[in-house]
């Protein structure tokens, strides 16, 4: 089990807040294993909710700038399930 889904530049998470995926592309970097994942620099999705988060050490942070509910919070970044993420790509 993961925290993340890498395929080239692509990286794929759950976002617990828009209880969706999130696919983000270009110049991010990874750090720390696949259980505890930091990646940098934060993440801006734009689309049903506004969605500004930091992936730290296995945890989400919402920032206030985030529309939906877990805005402001820090949450366990959820593990993916295996073969849940395949249509994303
Ligand atoms: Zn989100």
Redesign the pocket.
Known sequence: MSKLHLEGRRLAFF?P??E?F?VVEGNWTLRGEAEKPTIKPSIM?IGE?N?H?YISKGTIRFLGD?S?KLSKQIVDLPEIEEGKWLDLF
């Open positions: 976002c807040g828009c969706c999130h999705v909710h969605c988060s985030s939906h």
